[in-house]
C-alpha cells in the first residue's frame, strides 16, 4: 500500500515561496502520477498540478505560473512550491498519486499552511 | 473551464436509508469522473472512477451512474461511516482538473 507524507512550513509570510515536500513509500516513485491539492479551510478541492514518471507535467492555469512540480526519485519525494503567495494561498496541502493523472488513489494525511506576517 | 455542480449541498439521511447524490458537468466529461468521500480531517478517499468503477476495496453498497453530464453517486443502505462529504471530479477537460463544491451526507 502506498503512503504519503506531506512536510514543510505551516506559516509562510505573504509574497514568500511555499515549499512542501512529499515522502513516499511502499510503492516506485518512478512508475506513477505525482499530484497537488489544496483545500481552503472550509472549503472544496482545488487541483494544482502534477507531473509524471516521464518528467512531464501540467498546472492549474489559476496558478499564473507561481507553481513548480519537482521529483527526487533517489529519496522517494516530490515537491511543490508555490511563490509569490497571499491570503488566498491558505489552505490544507494534499500530495495524491495514482496510476492516472486525472484522478486520485491515494493520498497523503494533508498539511495546514497558513499565509500570514 | 468544466463547472461541476453537486446537489444537495446537504441532505439528511437516516442510516439503512438510500442516497442519491448528483454532480452535473457545465459540458460533456464522457464518463471521465470520479466520486471522492471525505471526513472531518481526513483526506479524501477515491471511491469511484471512469463513472461506474469502484476503486479497490470500496464496498459494493456504493455505486455510480451517468454520462455526459449527469452523474449520480447512490448509497444503497447507508452505514455510519458513510456520513461525510462528497466531491465529483472531471477530468476529461484539462487543465484544469475541477471538483464539484460537495454534498454532505449528514444523520437525520
Known amino acids: 500500500q502506498v503512503q504519503l507524507q506531506e512536510s514543510g512550513p505551516g506559516l509562510v509570510r505573504p509574497s514568500e515561496t511555499l515549499s512542501l515536500t512529499c515522502t513516499v513509500s511502499?510503492?516506485?516513485?518512478?512508475?506513477?502520477?505525482w499530484s497537488w491539492i489544496r483545500q481552503p479551510p472550509g472549503k472544496g478541492l482545488e487541483w494544482i498540478g502534477y507531473?509524471?514518471?516521464?518528467?512531464?507535467?501540467d498546472y492549474n492555469p489559476s496558478l499564473k505560473s507561481r507553481a513548480t512540480i519537482s521529483v527526487d526519485t533517489s529519496k522517494s519525494q516530490f515537491s511543490l512550491k508555490l511563490s509569490s503567495v497571499t491570503a488566498a494561498d491558505t489552505a490544507v496541502y494534499y500530495c495524491?498519486?495514482?496510476?492516472?493523472?486525472?484522478?486520485?488513489?491515494?493520498w497523503g494525511r494533508g498539511t495546514l499552511v497558513t499565509v500570514s506576517s | 473551464e468544466v463547472v461541476m455542480t453537486q446537489s444537495p449541498a446537504t441532505m439528511s439521511v437516516s442510516p439503512g436509508e438510500r442516497a442519491t447524490l448528483s454532480c452535473r458537468a457545465s459540458q460533456t466529461v464522457n464518463s471521465n469522473l470520479a466520486w471522492y468521500q471525505q471526513k472531518p480531517g481526513q483526506a479524501p478517499r477515491l471511491l469511484i472512477y471512469g463513472a461506474s468503477t469502484r476503486a479497490t476495496g470500496i464496498p459494493a453498497r456504493f455505486s455510480g451512474s451517468g454520462s455526459g453530464t449527469e452523474f449520480t453517486l447512490t448509497i444503497s443502505s447507508l452505514q455510519s461511516e458513510d456520513f461525510a462529504v462528497y466531491y465529483c471530479?472531471?477530468?476529461?477537460?484539462?487543465?484544469?482538473?475541477?471538483f464539484g463544491q460537495g454534498t454532505r451526507v449528514e444523520i437525520k
Open positions: 507531473m509524471s514518471y516521464s518528467g512531464s507535467s
Open positions: 511502499g510503492g516506485p516513485i518512478s512508475s506513477s502520477y
Open positions: 471530479q472531471q477530468y476529461n477537460n484539462w487543465p484544469p482538473w475541477t
Open positions: 495524491a498519486t495514482g496510476i492516472s493523472s486525472a484522478y486520485f488513489e491515494f
